[in-house]
């Protein structure tokens, strides 16, 4: 299986790339990308101090080759993706995937417009709904077709993807099913306002060739990010007149439809989820960096049976938001609901080399049972985060962290502290053919 699959990747991979050079003239660019990446994990997250942390290592190398002639764009990144040490031999597991495949076509029916079709990572705003996860070492990506149009105040995406697709020949239940994403995402630049549409589709077979739609979620939206001038009184009056001396941003969501299959019956539950964010950040000078913020998302009463008032987080980058720890970066941040209240400072003390301080408070809205244990609602734990990134040579970046998690008997009862760490390594290269 290794040989076969790593074979038609090579194949693919040669004939792009012969067909780039065998079309290349006087105005074709053709380049390469490579990503390299080495993380070293220590996990206590356990909440047992009588058992050690457990290591592993996970690696990431992507290979891309570009290419771009006149209005058209081609894009093919393959992936190799692993924990080291297993199946290292060559009969282990096949590793190698395709991430990225895609062509575009700008100016495609009028100017600024374009089409992009293919495999292709996704992240929009400050990928709270949906996002590449890059910390992840696989990533996410979407199947599927995108018409946008951009100019310089104004962008809009409308996407259709597929991230499962059902086989008609298929007669078993629950195989193959058509779970579709499609959108519309809109920026004015100038205000630094998006405003979005998003729905997402599951369908399963029930059997000698019906199918049920299950899921029907429609999510829409506001972000909006901004900055005002401001008062420090420990900076010179010329440092304190910076109007951009503030930034600031908000998200609200809305979510509502039915579903079905999460709750096991034939009876359709009615969705309606919200969440609500907002952060206020001091640029106090070019070298220290302060936030503060709230983010809230609701849970499911479990007294209204016929109704699921979770938020579902979509696609987001839940490692972005919700702690290194990555206790509450699921696709439902608890079915209890999430409050996360947080603080960031960020120093640079020299040149290349950035210090993160982060600070959690996670607290629960509904009332929720867990393990034969029946928990109220209320704080679920304080996060402590600390990491530090610096920039060794312009294509090498080394950084490291480490989180502190204290829980409180209504995440654990009666659980230890915990602790997680980690070191990386990171090179990116890129090469255009002259």
Known sequence: MLRKTTLWILVALLSFGVTQLCFAGNDTEIGFKAD???????????????????????????????????????????????????????????????????????????????????????????????????????????????????????MLDLFYTNQEERYASSQQQDNNPDDMFIGMWTEYKPWGLHLYALHNSKARNLGSGVFRRDLERTTIGIHHNGQFGGLVPF????????????????????????????????????????????????????????????????????????????FNNLYYTGHKFHGMMDYFTGSVNWRSGLINEYAYLEVEPWERTVFNAGLHLFSSLQDRADSGNDYEAGQLG????????????????????????????????????????YIQLRSLMEYWLD
Not at 47 to 74: I, K, P
Not at 76 to 98: A, E, P
Not at 386 to 406: K, P, R, W
Request: aromatic residues 12%; contains cysteine; hydrophobic residues 35%.
């Open 382 to 421: 304080l996060e402590f985060d600390l990491t530090v990134s610096h920039e060794a040579q312009d294509n090498l970046i080394v950084c490291g962290g480490i989180g502190y998690f204290m829980p409180s008997d209504d995440f654990v009862y009666e659980g230890d502290n915990a602790m997680w760490g």
């Open 36 to 154: 390299l990446r080495y993380r070293g994990e220590m996990d206590g997250r356990d909440f047992n101090s009588d058992t050690d942390m457990q290591g592993q290592g996970l690696l990431r190398f992507r290979l891309g080759t570009m290419a771009q002639r006149g209005n058209v764009h081609g894009f093919l990144q393959l992936q190799y993706s692993d924990q080291t040490g297993w199946d290292s031999g060559i009969l282990g597991q096949d590793m190698v995937d395709v991430h990225q495949a895609w062509l575009r076509m700008d100016d495609f029916l009028i100017d600024r417009t374009y089409l992009k079709v293919g495999r292709m990572e996704m992240a929009y705003a400050d990928e709270r709904l949906i996002g590449a996860v890059g910390w992840s070492n696989v990533g996410r990506v979407f199947d599927g077709i995108v018409l946008g149009y951009n100019c310089e105040k104004f």
């Open 235 to 310: 900076l010179t009056d010329e440092e304190s007149r910076d109007p951009k001396r503030f930034r600031y941003l908000w998200n609200v969501a809305y979510q509502f439809g039915t579903d079905r299959k999460s709750y096991g019956s034939d009876s359709e539950v009615e969705l309606s989820g919200m969440l609500f964010g907002v952060e206020v950040r001091s640029f106090i000078n070019s070298r220290l960096t302060g936030a503060l913020g709230v983010e809230y998302t609701t849970g499911d009463d479990p007294e209204t049976l016929d109704k699921n008032e979770s």
